[in-house]
């Protein structure tokens, strides 16, 4: 188990009790930096890093983010748990959830029948099971808010549409891992809805595109027409914020709906 020194030391007050509370994971750098940067609210900081984790923290409370340090290793069933308990303590309930701790692209120039066993684990362990554990864990909690939002930070790669279509450049981007794991994240994506269709809770994908962080380290060669942290984070956001008409089970991105 987790210690009560990797958890956060904030605790809510009446002044923000009524505020949205989000709970962002992979958010002390890149796009998830971003989501917590403007998302509004209280913003939990889910970190598996505690130094980088409280230096996010640091970072987005001197912009003026209520922003509160949370380790969070979503490969951990620990500090899950342990997160949920705080999250529980603290708040009673979560607003928003955003799945966007992810594994990067771990098979870049490999073709499919090279990639190692290792890989795809690693990969899946993150960006899938990582997924379904958090959200699982924190679902009693989101069904305690009014209209709760659970975001899962997708991928243009994922659309087996697209990447069956030689005319796009999807196709051309050939990752077995990486690809078939976020396709397994935008097909969690609708076993959720499903499953809350008919409650307040909205559960959508989305993509962000492809953006200028470690993550897409391997995009580098394409540089051209890459977006900004910050612009990756916008259809995120809106997708946290989606009012009751909102759709859920969706998968898009600012532009609109993505095919599956």
Known sequence: MVSCSALPSARASPENSGMTISLVTGANKGI??????????TVLVGA???NRG?????????????AHHLRLDVTDQDTIDAAVKWVADTYGSLDVLVNNA???ALDWDV??????LDAVRRTY?????GVIAVTNAFLPLLREAPA???VNVSSRLASLTLGADENSPVSRVNLLAYNSSKAALNSITQAYAKELRGTPVKVNAVNPGFCATDMAAGMARYGKGMRTAEEGARPVIAAALLTADGPTGAFF???GPLPW
Do not use: K
């Open 125 to 129: 362990d993150t960006n899938v099971v």
């Open 48 to 50: 598996r890093d505690d």
């Open 111 to 116: 073709p499919p029948s090279e990639v190692s």
């Open 32 to 41: 998830g930096f971003q989501i917590a940067r403007g998302i509004g609210g």
């Open 54 to 66: 409280r230096a996010a923290e640091t970072a987005l409370r001197e912009a003026g983010v209520d």
């Open 148 to 150: 709760a939002r659970i």
């Open 102 to 104: 992810g594994c990067p």
């Open 253 to 255: 991105d600012e532009s």
